[in-house]
């Protein structure tokens, strides 16, 4: 059994397929490859024995329905927030254009902002928090600051 090939062949005959199906459940193109990739990476993970076509075929379908079933209980878990929405929650309006600058800052940088200037931490502690150097706390909070200087001297 060739595996390597097997995948070629399964996403060339299936793909169109399980797109179709995952829109309709997720209705998000986004998520719809997400899971259509998901689908065939368990594919090759548990490299199944079908025994015709049509096992292999109700097999990826299942999967796909299982990891369309489980994004969208995520979704419900956990409820994404619209930018326009959280900035007009959490800031004055003199201060959104800096808060949509500090949420587009990726996360790594965005976390020891928030931690350091929202929360108050110190540098030490938030090493401890999040398991990493003080060293590391540092040259995020220098990057994120870098990134900020950046974005606003160019406005």
Same mark, same amino acid.
């Given at each position: 059994?060739?595996?390597?090939?097997?995948?070629?062949?399964?996403?060339? @005959?299936?793909?169109?397929?399980?797109?179709?199906?995952?829109?309709?459940?997720?209705?998000?193109?986004?998520?719809?490859?997400?899971?259509?990739?998901?689908?065939?990476?368990?594919?090759?993970? @548990?490299?199944?024995?079908?025994?015709?076509?049509?096992?292999?075929?109700?097999?990826?379908? %299942?999967?796909?329905?299982?990891?369309?079933?489980?994004?969208?209980?995520? %979704?419900? %878990?956990?409820?994404?927030?619209?930018?326009?929405?959280?900035?007009?929650?959490?800031?004055?309006?003199?201060?959104?254009?800096?808060?949509?600058?500090?949420?587009?800052?990726?996360?790594?940088?965005?976390?020891?902002?928030?931690?350091?200037?929202?929360?108050?931490?110190?540098? @030490?502690?938030?090493?401890?928090?999040?398991?990493?150097?003080?060293?590391?706390? @540092?040259?995020?909070?220098?990057?994120?600051?870098?990134?900020? %200087?950046?974005?606003?001297?160019?406005?």
């Amino acid at each position: 059994m060739d595996i390597g090939n097997d995948i070629r062949q399964a996403v060339t @005959k299936y793909s169109d397929m399980l797109y179709r199906i995952c829109i309709v459940i997720l209705c998000n193109e986004q998520d719809v490859q997400d899971a259509i990739q998901d689908t065939f990476c368990r594919y090759l993970e @548990k490299a199944p024995d079908f025994h015709d076509e049509e096992h292999e075929k109700a097999w990826l379908i %299942r999967v796909a329905t299982n990891i369309c079933r489980d994004m969208v209980r995520f %979704r419900l %878990r956990h409820p994404k927030v619209c930018i326009d929405d959280l900035e007009n929650c959490l800031a004055a309006p003199e201060h959104r254009e800096t808060l949509r600058e500090l949420l587009e800052l990726p996360v790594k940088q965005k976390t020891v902002i928030y931690l350091h200037y929202v929360e108050g931490y110190q540098i @030490k502690e938030i090493a401890e928090i999040l398991g990493i150097t003080e060293g590391a706390v @540092k040259m995020r909070l220098c990057r994120a600051r870098e990134q900020m %200087r950046l974005t606003w001297g160019s406005g």
